[in-house]
């Protein structure tokens, strides 16, 4: 079974939309982290938040935003005003003490801002 | 700057050789990952690394061998039992946390192996 489940698998919006990818995780444990990465063409994956599950205040940085809802296991990502930099392929991980030291991968939403 | 190096950025290997792939960080972690990403897939972790002269095998180790000697370094060996080894691999590295968690991964900025 998924624990960290993107159900969308593509999104393609126009410039200057707001977009939400959605992150619905699976866990047993009391204590976990959340996180979010970008990767965008040329490869390299760059962090975008950490939120443990102690803190479910929504966060925002700029034109991101996060809504983490432990009552429904997720850990939304929304980009408000989307622009074309902001196209790349979006992970949600999950780490807890069950995982054994790793992080359980989301699939992935690749996100299209068209101009 | 803090960061990791992985190098080369491209690489071509022939049928039957092995190769290996360099990840160095200079964020004083204790931690070190390797991942392997196939065409429009997620990311598959091959081997990581909790502490000097220790690594454990990930999902998909086979094939593939590891050396953890330096805190600063975490080389790949993609060997010629891999039998489809063409993929980008990226290296990360975190802090070290108790109690099974994984502190925030930071990636390089991959190698891209091409079997010819």
């Known amino acids: 079974a998924q624990k960290v489940t993107q159900a969308q698998t593509e999104i393609s919006v126009v410039e200057k939309e707001d977009v939400t990818l959605d992150c619905v995780y699976e866990?047993?444990?009391?204590?976990?982290?959340l996180f979010w990465y970008k990767q965008p063409p040329s490869g390299e994956l760059v962090f975008l938040i950490r939120?443990?599950?102690?803190d479910e205040q929504n966060e925002i940085s700029g034109r991101y935003s996060w809504n983490f809802q432990k009552s429904t296991s997720s850990f939304n990502f929304t980009i408000t005003a989307s622009q074309v930099v902001d196209s790349a392929v979006y992970f949600c991980?999950?780490?807890?003490?069950?995982?054994?030291?790793?992080?359980?991968w989301g699939a992935g939403t690749k996100l299209i801002i068209k101009p | 700057d803090g960061g990791i190096t992985q190098s080369p950025k491209y690489l071509f290997r022939k049928e039957g050789q092995n190769v290996t792939l360099s990840c160095e960080q200079n964020?004083?972690?204790?931690?070190m990952y390797w991942y392997r990403q196939d065409p429009g897939q997620g990311l598959r972790l091959i081997y990581y690394?909790?502490?000097?002269?220790?690594?454990q095998k990930g999902d998909i180790a086979e094939g593939y061998s590891v050396s953890r000697e330096k805190k600063e370094s975490f080389p790949l060996t993609v060997t010629s039992a891999q039998k489809n080894p063409t993929a980008f691999y990226l290296c990360?590295?975190?802090?070290?946390?108790?109690?099974?968690?994984?502190?925030?991964?930071?990636f390089g900025p991959g190698t891209r192996l091409t079997v010819l």
């Open positions: 690394s909790q502490i000097v002269n220790d690594f």
């Open positions: 939120r443990n599950s102690f």
């Open positions: 990360a590295s975190s802090t070290r946390l108790a109690g099974g968690l994984t502190d925030t991964q930071y």
């Open positions: 964020l004083n972690h204790d931690a």
């Open positions: 991980a999950l780490s807890e003490a069950g995982s054994n030291y790793q992080l359980i």
């Open positions: 866990t047993r444990d009391t204590t976990y982290y």
